[in-house]
């Protein structure tokens, strides 16, 4: 694979999300998550927005999950995620940015960003 960049390669600094942030994935968030992050946001602002750093695993039911500062959020769509399993099978971390969004008249989201499938 030949690869082109515009900048000079840094070092990836410890915490910082490996995988790429070009494609968003829904989180499927489990029971009282939503709450919890919603809660965690610190602010009552109508919308608000952060970034966070998680992890994914792939649990032995196939299912990807995400995990952020200790607890499991939730789960992505059963999809085979070729890239996620790629990643897997270099050895290198699973480590995403997680992104909580709280909008106004609408339910909490969560999503992490992931490198597409070709």
Same mark, same amino acid.
């Given at each position: 694979m030949d690869v082109w960049?515009?900048?000079? =390669? !840094?070092?990836?600094? !410890? $915490? !910082? =999300?490996?995988? =790429?942030?070009?494609?968003?994935? %829904?989180i499927d968030l489990l029971d009282g998550i939503a709450s919890?992050? %919603?809660?965690?946001?610190?602010?009552r602002a109508k919308e608000k927005k #952060?970034?966070?750093? $998680? @992890?994914l695993s792939l649990g032995s039911n196939g @299912?990807?999950? @995400?995990s952020e500062g200790g607890r499991v959020l939730g789960t992505l769509e059963r999809k085979p995620?070729?890239?996620?399993? !790629? #990643?897997? $099978?270099? $050895?290198? =971390?699973l480590d995403v940015v997680v992104t909580v969004h709280r909008r106004p008249e609408r339910e909490? #989201?969560?999503?992490v960003s992931i490198p597409p499938d070709a």
């Open positions: 960049g515009l900048c000079k =390669p !840094e070092r990836r600094r !410890e $915490g !910082e =999300p490996l995988l =790429p942030t070009q494609y968003r994935e %829904d919890a992050l %919603d809660e965690s946001l610190a602010s #952060v970034r966070r750093n $998680g @992890v @299912v990807w999950s @995400v995620y070729k890239r996620l399993y !790629e #990643v897997m $099978g270099a $050895g290198l =971390p909490l #989201v969560a999503h």
